[in-house]
């Protein structure tokens, strides 16, 4: 009885959430096998991509990466806080290229509050802020989910209907092979599809002599894509640039347009683009 309860309520949840998200035509997931390798810095800077590339006003960004939320400080909202209405909506705060953003972080208390939840509690309140959030007409939302591929992203799949697909991020290494094969596997036992790898930190051009040098080792994200029967969708070098405009919430796409880094995820749109066509 108790169970048949819970399920009743869970539903009517996931349908808030897919009524609030009904208007927004593509969802993806950007996910990671671990932590550091440029999730979130690729996930708003593939939105600013999609902004540039024609989609302004028609992209946002849902940061649900709830342990340690860094998409406000990377698109410049550090700060700020979500507008309540009255009917008991969210609406998202507006960043550069008026990129929508939703961040657990601007529920934080303090920028240097880290969030404890407590694991019901947790379920609970993202629950809760998935279905409150008034997305509006977009074409794309890029959610940024936490890293690993453990219960906490799982649990935050599980409630984010419809979704066109997942990108995983990885470094070229080794030991980042190994986590990738966590991640693909994990979009493959939710169902989702791949849409491709990205390699981020893909070698590192030098601002002085232009070569370019692998700090890492090149094309692990290439060889796991091959090995897995996934699309590699393109490597983003390290660049100093991306770091710098990160750490002060610019716009690197719009301010380095011309950089590899930048050519790269202007790529790396087409792809994503095509693989939403071929689904059509
Ligand atoms: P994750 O979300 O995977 O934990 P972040 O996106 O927070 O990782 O990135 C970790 C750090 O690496 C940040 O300081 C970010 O600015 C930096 N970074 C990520 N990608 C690049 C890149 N291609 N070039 C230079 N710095 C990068």
Redesign the pocket.
């Known amino acids: 009885m108790e169970n048949e309860v819970r399920r009743r309520i869970m539903d009517e949840r996931l349908k808030k959430v897919k009524d609030r998200m009904s208007k927004v035509k593509h969802k993806i997931a950007v996910i990671?096998g671990k932590?550091?390798?440029?999730?979130?810095?690729?996930?708003v800077n593939l939105a600013m991509a999609f902004a540039v590339h024609g989609y302004d006003n028609r992209v946002g960004i849902l940061d649900a990466?709830i342990t340690?939320p860094?998409v406000p400080k990377?698109i410049g909202l550090q700060g700020e806080r979500l507008v309540a209405e009255p009917q008991g909506t969210v609406i998202p705060a507006v960043g550069p290229l008026d990129i929508k953003v939703v961040s657990m972080g601007f529920l934080l208390q303090t920028e240097e509050t880290p969030v404890i939840w407590r694991g019901p509690l947790k379920a609970r309140a993202i629950n809760q802020f998935l279905s409150d959030i008034l997305w509006g007409e977009l074409d794309f939302l890029f959610i940024?989910l936490p890293?690993g591929t453990g219960d906490e992203p799982l649990s935050i799949m599980q409630l984010l209907p419809e979704m066109d697909g997942v990108v995983i991020?990885t470094i070229p290494s080794e030991v980042s092979q190994i986590v990738v094969k966590k991640a693909v596997t994990f979009a493959k036992h939710l169902k989702i599809p791949i849409i491709g790898i990205i390699e981020?930190?893909s070698g590192f051009i030098c601002p002085k002599c232009g070569e370019e040098i692998d700090i890492f080792k090149r094309g692990g994200g290439q060889k796991i894509s091959e090995d897995m029967n996934v699309p590699f969708l393109g490597r983003?070098?390290?660049?100093?640039?991306?770091?710098e405009y990160?750490?002060k919430g610019l716009s690197f796409i719009v301010e380095h347009k011309n950089s590899p880094?930048a050519k790269a995820f202007m790529e790396i749109v087409k792809k994503i683009e095509e693989f939403l066509k071929s689904k059509e």
């Open positions: 990671s932590g550091g390798v440029g999730k979130s810095v690729v996930t990466d340690g860094s990377i940024d890293p991020v981020n930190m983003i070098p390290i660049d100093p640039e991306i770091c990160s750490d880094a």
